[in-house]
């Protein structure tokens, strides 16, 4: 194909947090390539998924999840999070249908009001939703934004995506695509293998592990054999964090890095040595090296 006959451009996907951002992505790429999980406020940094539709290239920013921050890592992940909005040729709200507006859905309309890319709402989960309600959000969120258009999905059953997937991939500009056909992703493998594990702990562990912990990789290297060999550091805050994460003779980070390795293995498609191990950081939030590791800017 010529340039003249394919198109490709940025779709910056915004939304509050638990909207379903990168399980949309994900859906739209045609696999997994965000991490998910329950737990609110699990996409940290901005990343790029990378969806054909036809002739067309779709780059897929996944931003975290919106929120009133409170703390530098807050600060740093919203930052991230309209940083995502940057040179996008379009700009979709995703929302939790079923969760519906609430407080933190009206001031993201509001702030994108006035942008001037085309905008597109996406009311998600609409499986789980009360029906008799999306008319309603759609109606009320219309009244405040001029969307381009209004789509009633769920990416988790893949409900509505392949129109939501048409209707962005002729929104998109003219132009070379810009990553060879078989890349889904921006993320090297080194930042990959951090959010698998990450999102391990957060599926294990549910609500005993708070927000406050992090992935620090120390060594990556490529054997001889073309198998890769991962540690990884679990930092966490306080001595009982690091025992949640241990669990009972050490069962629980067995666990963590069995399914972890499983899972990077067959992204990779190449074996996956990975070695784990939790070490008790407080304030690990405050440095800058750790902010670089996560993809993230340090936000005064």
Known sequence: MTDSQTHCGLVAVLGAPNAGKSTL???LVGQKVAIVSPKAQ???????GVAIEGETQLLLVDTPGIFEPKRRLDRAMVSAAWGGTEGADVIALVVDAKGGLGPKVIPIAESIASRPEPKYLILNKVDLAD???????????????DFAETFFVSASTGDGLPELKRVLAKAMPDGPWHFPEDQV??????????EVTREQLYLQLH???????????????EREDGSVE?????????????????????ARIKEIGAR????LSNIMGRPVHLYLHVK?????????????????????
């Open 131 to 145: 029906k008799a309600k999306l008319l309603l959000h759609a109606e009320k969120l219309n009244g405040i934004v």
């Open 260 to 263: 972890a390795r499983t899972e």
């Open 25 to 27: 992505v994900n859906a």
């Open 280 to 300: 008790v950081k407080p304030g690990w939030d405050d440095e800058r090296d750790i902010y670089r590791e996560m993809g993230l800017d340090w936000v005064e």
């Open 185 to 194: 992703s921006d993320a090297t493998e080194r930042s990959l293998a951090s």
């Open 42 to 48: 699990t996409t940290r940094a901005r990343l790029m």
């Open 230 to 250: 991962i540690h990884q550091q679990i930092l966490v805050e306080r001595p009982t964090q690091r025992a949640i994460v241990l669990g009972k003779g050490g």
């Open 207 to 221: 609500a005993e592990l708070p927000y406050a912990s992090a992935i620090e990789t120390e060594q990556y290297k």
